[in-house]
């Protein structure tokens, strides 16, 4: 990490250079039946669920939320796959719109995978400090039974799917699941292609590992790889990139910013988010979170920022 981490801090004259950033951020591109072959995705029911067809039954990652379940197995019977058959579920992530319908899933699929930190989540619960409520753990079927630190593979039928950690982007147990055969990574909520990224600080994430995943993101894919995040459409290699420079051009500024004392009130009074080619629905939560999330990383930052 503290390899990608000189990468990322560019100093004073880097942060404001990147202010100055290309205005074609976030075109979205679409697939169709015949790009994905035997891949969907399902939206509307917490983060979306996407589904890979194999003969000896579905590839799923992310379950949705509790509340969809029903509707996700309703979908996952559609597909082609006797009984809607679970040979593997995916979780990108522990948060309860990727991991509310487990339970359900979990009882029919022969394999959960997920990182290591999202399996001890799913086992121990968490407290939302936002809310001030603890999220109870999930039962032992709801759980992964296949967990990993780096990165990992598993062969279904004729599929291959391919996982690997982001680490601390997100969350503390981030993680991409891509399909080789198609060209296509799932990457949860580490990417935002419309709505505010979500940087869960009290859950390990902060915006130095979001702008390392991003930076990952776009090292395993190439011009024609499409990318789908749990909320938004599916989008390309330009929107990716897009993303990593707006992330990367705020995480200088904070780093300036942060050098000067100020608190995440003074960010947003002093306008550190004007003249980005994009706009936040709600700049102060967006900042609140992230200058937060640099004090919990302080130890990654200490020459940088003291």
Known sequence: MQANRRDVLRGIAAGVAAAALPSSAFAHDVLTDDEVRDLRMRSGVGGSVVVLATREGQIVVDSGDAESSKVVVSTLRT?????????????????????GANEMLGSQATTIVGHEKTKQ??????????DDRYEPPLPPKARPTKAFYETGSLQVGEKRVEFGYLIEAHTDGDIYVRFPDVNIVAVGDVVSPERDPVLDWFGGGWLGGRVDALKKLLEIGDASTRYVPSYGPVIGRKDVQAEHD???AIFDRMVVNLRLGQTADDMV???LLDG??????????FLYDAHKGFWAHHNKLMNDIV
């Not at 989540?121 to 936002?130: E, I, Q, T």
């Not at 980005?276 to 939560?285: A, G, H, I, N, T």
């Open 79 to 99: 597909l082609g796959v006797p009984d809607g058959k679970v040979a593997v579920l995916v979780n990108t992530h522990w948060h309860r719109d990727q991991t």
């Open 246 to 248: 707006l992330m990367l």
């Open 121 to 130: 989540r799913l086992a121990a619960g968490w407290y939302v400090p936002a």
């Open 269 to 271: 009074k002093a306008g």
């Open 276 to 285: 980005l080619p994009r706009k936040f629905e709600d700049p102060k939560k």
